[in-house]
C-alpha cells in the first residue's frame, strides 16, 4: 500500500543532544511538510518542500531543520537550539497543484518526542 | 498572515444530536479543507470547498463554504460515537496550508 511512514513512533532526547526523525513517502508527491502539534492546538507547519533540493520556513522554523535529497524522504533534525522539543511531529505530503487545485495532505502516523 | 479560527473548541453532545463546527479567516481564502484526526491518530483529509457558497455532503457531514470565502462550517446530523475526534479546518496560504486549532468533539452514548 501507498503511504507515509514516520520514524520512529516514539523518540527521547537528552538536553543538549540533536536527533532526526524520519519521513518516507511511496506516494510519488512531489510536496512534502513537517508540523509539530501541541497538547489542545492545531497543527503549526515547521518546514515545508515543494520539490527536492528545496525547502522553505514554515512559522516555527527555529530550532529545526530539513533537508530533501530524495522525492521519497525528508527528515527533520530537531537541535538542542530547539528548547522546548516534546511535541507530537507529524510528517505529509501531497501532489502540487496549481491555482485553487490545491490537492489534500496524507499524514503519517507521527512521531513523539519526549525530553528526558 | 492569514489566520484561521475555528469554534468552538470543544464539544460533549449525547449520541444522536446534531454538532456543528465553525471556522473564520482574517482575509479571503482560495479554498478550505477539512481533517478529522481520532484520538491518538494523524488527521485524516474529509474535504476541499473551492467555490463562494459550496455546500457538500457526506452521508451525515454537511461542509459549507461562506459567500465571501471567509468562512466555513461543518455541521454533523445524528451523532455517533464513530464521530469522535478533533475536526480542523485548514485554508491555503500559497503553498502552506494554514490550520485552526480544531474542534474536539466528545459524543456520549
Known amino acids: 500500500d501507498g503511504g507515509i511512514t514516520q520514524s520512529p513512533k516514539y523518540l527521547f532526547r537528552k538536553e543538549g543532544q540533536n536527533v532526526t526523525l524520519s519521513c518516507e513517502q511511496n506516494?510519488?508527491?512531489?510536496?512534502m511538510y513537517w508540523y509539530r502539534q501541541d497538547p489542545g492546538q492545531g497543527l503549526r507547519l515547521i518546514y515545508y518542500s515543494q520539490i527536492v533540493n528545496d525547502f522553505q520556513k514554515g512559522d516555527i522554523a527555529e530550532g529545526y531543520s530539513v533537508s530533501r535529497e530524495k522525492k521519497e524522504s525528508f527528515p527533520l533534525t530537531v537541535t538542542s537550539a530547539q528548547k522546548n522539543p516534546t511535541a507530537f511531529y507529524l510528517c505529509a505530503s501531497s501532489q502540487t497543484g496549481a491555482g485553487s487545485d490545491y490537492q489534500p495532505q496524507h499524514f503519517g502516523d507521527g512521531t513523539r518526542l519526549s525530553i528526558l | 498572515g492569514q489566520q484561521v479560527m475555528q469554534i468552538p473548541q470543544y464539544q460533549h453532545v449525547q449520541e444522536g444530536e446534531d454538532f456543528t463546527t465553525y471556522c473564520n479567516s482574517s482575509t479571503t481564502l482560495s479554498n478550505i479543507q477539512w481533517y478529522k484526526q481520532r484520538p491518538g491518530g494523524h488527521p485524516v483529509f474529509l474535504i476541499q470547498l473551492v467555490k463562494s457558497g459550496e455546500v457538500k455532503k457526506q452521508k451525515r457531514l454537511t461542509f459549507q463554504f461562506g459567500e465571501a470565502k471567509k468562512n466555513s462550517s461543518l455541521h454533523i446530523t445524528a451523532t455517533q460515537t464513530t464521530d469522535v475526534g478533533t475536526y480542523f479546518c485548514a485554508g491555503h496560504s500559497g503553498y502552506a496550508l494554514n490550520f485552526g486549532k480544531g474542534t474536539s468533539l466528545l459524543v456520549t452514548p
Open positions: 506516494l510519488n508527491h512531489d510536496a
